[in-house]
């Protein structure tokens, strides 16, 4: 993964940034700005993970890190039980320790990782209030329900960017660490279906794991303006993946493919604005790099 890593410094440093002045979204983006897209979204994931198992961020595992972006807003220890927290930590350590590498040189936007943050998704989702407001922090469901809205959606931008990228090196860097982020949603969602198979319900608002997952998919397809991209842990078998089957712990397309996301998709989902153009959610001040701050400026 080291090796891997380092190809994106290289990207970063070696692809030439555009003179044009049009903004990214009325050009075709660089290789770099899609790499720099994605960062955003990589700094989300280190941050909350690390708060979550350990109680702290990036400020004190690399200091340095951020080049002087703000410190993330209420990330806190989650109260997990030695099992999941053993299992959290088991992709979280090598994760971070890749991150570390990965953002180097690129500002840390703001993050709003606390809980009126993660309870105003969940509102969302549900279409009303939960009473009391969900805490992403408050225990093992809580806390994998809060990692399930987090990870999928960059694994469904570099889905999308892969694509369009030119060069080889960017291909290389792109599928290793879609490979990864895979891998990371892959034991989230096991983990909640293993606890919606056991019955677990959600409390103190005793609904199931399955309809949490189900509500937030349908929550980020609604926002993303994309259509069908997003799917829960239980679905129909119509809906599953080749039309077989309703356990959906890979979720796919009718082709059991990944979907992918653009740009655009991913910043009306992580701003929960439905826009954009229109900042907020996980992200109040916007992301950072050419594309996310075109959108901004326009």
Not at 46 to 63: K, N
Not at 112 to 123: E, I, T
Not at 255 to 276: A, C, D, F, K, M
């Amino acid at each position: 993964m080291a090796s891997i890593v380092l190809l994106l410094i290289g990207s970063l440093i070696l692809t030439p940034k555009s003179c044009s002045s049009k903004p990214i979204s009325q050009q075709k983006p660089l290789d770099s700005d899609h790499i720099e897209f994605a960062l955003n979204l990589e700094y989300l994931e280190a941050e909350f993970f690390l708060y979550g198992s350990s109680g702290h961020g990036l400020d004190v595992v690399a200091p340095k890190l951020a080049e002087g972006g703000p410190s993330p807003i209420g990330g806190k220890l989650a109260e997990l039980s030695p099992i999941v927290h053993s299992k959290i930590k088991l992709f979280v350590d090598p994760f971070c320790r890749a991150i570390k590498s990965a953002v180097k040189g690129f500002p840390r936007p703001l993050l709003d990782l606390s809980k009126s943050s993660f309870a105003k998704v969940m509102d969302s989702a549900f279409g009303r209030p939960l009473v009391p407001p969900f805490d992403p922090y408050a225990n093992d469901i809580n806390f994998l329900l809060a990692s399930y809205v987090i990870p999928y959606v960059g694994l469904t931008g570099y889905v999308g960017a892969n694509p369009l990228l030119v060069y080889y090196t960017s291909k290389q860097l792109v599928g290793g660490l879609l490979g990864v982020e895979s891998g990371q949603d892959a034991v989230i969602r096991t983990l909640l279906y293993q606890a919606d198979n056991q019955k677990l319900l959600v409390k103190p608002y005793d609904v199931s794991v399955a309809e949490f997952t189900n509500r937030i998919s349908t929550l980020r397809n609604k926002l993303g303006h994309g259509g069908l991209k997003d799917e829960g842990l239980v679905v129909s078998k119509k809906q599953g993946s080749e039309g077989s089957v309703s356990g959906n712990i890979l979720a796919g397309d009718k082709y059991s493919l990944s979907y992918p996301r653009t740009p655009q998709e991913i910043l009306r989902i992580v701003y929960g604005s439905g826009n954009e153009s229109v900042p907020g959610g996980f992200y109040p001040h916007g992301g950072k790099g050419h594309i996310a701050t075109s959108y901004l400026k326009s």
